[in-house]
């Protein structure tokens, strides 16, 4: 079920937030990939995509209760209209598989090289989202 969001205050405002939050998430996956912390790594890594996904939805007064939620109008409305090459929608899939099993699978070893794609993938991801939500925003100006 999709919430409402009225205009005061802003989508424009909400989704600068959301792109704020996740370059903030992104900052510290890099960090935790330097320092040898995967786990949370691909936890941020995913996350910055999320909230990248999030500021999109924003700009049209969506939100949703639940991330798959999130995601499903993402991939509806952005990548299966070709917005986003549908490599994102795999991309994007993989994140949240590998931060489903990094925090919650007992016996998941994660390595440093699929660390590593996930935080390559996030950086493309939240790039190409940040421009497009960057360019709607301005556009409305």
């Known amino acids: 079920m999709s919430v409402e969001m009225d205009d005061r205050g ?6 600068k937030y959301r792109i704020d939050v996740a370059k903030e998430d992104l900052a510290s996956a890099v960090k935790n990939l330097k320092f040898g912390d995967y786990r949370t790594a691909n936890n941020r890594a995913y996350y910055a995509i999320y909230h990248a996904v999030s500021a999109c939805l924003a700009l049209e007064h969506r939100a949703f209760r639940t991330h798959a939620q999130s995601i499903g109008a993402f991939n509806k409305d952005y990548i299966h209209t070709g917005i986003f090459p549908a490599e994102y929608g795999r991309r994007i ?37 940040d421009e497009y939500v960057q360019a709607q925003i301005n556009a409305d100006m």
């Open 93 to 129: 899939k993989e994140a949240q598989d590998v931060r489903h099993s990094s925090d919650y699978d007992d016996f998941y070893m994660v390595s440093i090289e699929r660390t590593n794609a996930q935080v390559e993938n996030a950086k493309e991801v939240v790039a190409a989202i």
């Open 10 to 15: 802003g989508a424009k405002e909400l989704a």
